[in-house]
């Protein structure tokens, strides 16, 4: 192998608060189904939406740290927080590119808008941030957008719920207000949303388009690879590595359901990257 074989051979780091990022690690294995995965998940301390932005960063310092002891290539934030508050804090100790999940779904957004009326929906953190709303301007000026909290599509995500009743009747009530606005174009603005993608469409009606931020990030991870001559030229299968801060059992039942794929072995990482305990 040369040198240049064994850097794209190196893994993609992937990292979250909890669970909902393994929705991102589909989107890019669907996309870009040879590259090798590093995932972290921080089970110990999910949410990181109601702490303090100082608090985030200081724990985004630590995931990255933990990624980058994997040797990883490029680090993927999946977590709207962490994008919200603290990408230079990602940036400054990641030493390799980085990709969050705001930007390429605000942009993804834009392309497609017709009527340049965008919704946004996410957890109340991000909805207070204004990270979309913000991204949006900076690409397109014109558009128009509304935002709404929705905090219990984590819970019912997690439950899974996917077209329940009660999920459907929820998100026609989080969601009405948004269709008096007229958008033409939904952000799914938490990782946990795109599994309730049915519900969701329901609610707005098929004039919307929904957009997966996740989705989003992994075509900016694809492009980023290209053109940094890191794409993984390797045709064997890919080694995906997941790893959480506390109760790894508990993760890998609920996983599988986000990955849509068997997850394997799941390890416990101390926050700090400096051990791993074996999944009992």
Known sequence: MTATQARQAQPIGVFDSGIGGLTVVRALSARLPHENIVYFGDTARVPYGPKSPQVVREYTAQDVAFLMSHRVKMVVIACNTVSAVALDVVQKHARVPVVGVILPGAAAAARVSVRRRIGIIGTQATVNSGAYVHAIRSVAPDVQTVSAACPLFVPLAEEGWMDHQATRLIAREYLFPLTLEKIDTLILGCTHYPLLASAIAGAVGAGVTLIDSGEAAAADVERQLDENGLRNT????????????????????IGELFLGQSMGRVRRATVDGSGVAPLV
């Open 234 to 253: 390797s045709t064997e299968r890919p080694h995906l590595q997941f790893y959480v801060s506390d109760i790894p059992a508990k993760f890998a039942g």
